[in-house]
């Protein structure tokens, strides 16, 4: 890829597609296929965009999932990825700042998405309980109003990688209609 490109000043990494369910029941190739989409494709695109990322003195951010934060036992699959991820973005952000390269992490939380839907369906087949009975709980247990949309995530992103967020580095914000319980 760097043969045909000259320059990158932004790098969007968001793979999703982790398996959810029954812990007892995911099969170890559900790890690795997790691992390896999300984890390791971050970290791969990275690794050969750094150089490029680095000279335009650009934009890196992760957006990776709620889950990093507020683990759940039907979701550890996707938990477990999206913590490592998280720590691997901070790790980079100190890279970043010696190399002029902003790092930062978007946590989305319930988007309406076909991976949302996707989702609630795993945790269905898994519990046994009908998709909507689900989604109503999973908005009721949360106090939103509504799931997010892909805009509300695409505009922070943009805002991120604007020269007025330069000062922004290593950081991790949520958006997820207030969602994420705790102090940050």
Not at 130 to 148: F, K, S, T
Not at 154 to 168: S, T, W
Request: hydrophobic content about 40%.
């Amino acid at each position: 890829m760097r043969g045909r490109c000259k320059r990158c000043d932004i790098l969007i990494n968001n793979a999703g597609a982790t398996q959810a369910g029954n812990f007892l029941n995911l099969p170890d190739s559900a790890w690795i296929d997790g691992y390896a989409l999300k984890l390791f494709g971050c970290v791969r695109m990275t690794r050969l965009l750094w150089p490029m990322l680095k000279e335009a003195q650009g934009h890196v951010v992760n957006i990776i999932g709620s889950a990093a934060r507020t683990p759940g036992c039907d979701f550890l699959i996707g938990g477990s990825v999206n913590a490592a991820m998280a720590n691997f973005s901070k790790g980079l952000a100190q890279l970043g700042k010696r190399d002029g390269v902003n790092v930062n992490v978007i946590h989305p939380g319930a988007t309406d998405t076909e991976r949302t839907t996707e989702l609630l369906a795993q945790r269905a087949a898994a519990s046994g309980r009908p998709v909507e009975e689900l989604r109503r709980e999973m908005l009721a247990r949360d106090g939103l109003r509504r799931l997010g949309h892909p805009d509300d995530i695409a505009a922070l992103a943009l805002f991120l990688c604007a020269e007025r967020a330069r000062h922004i580095q290593g950081t991790a914000i949520a958006v997820d209609g207030g969602a994420t319980p705790g102090l940050y």
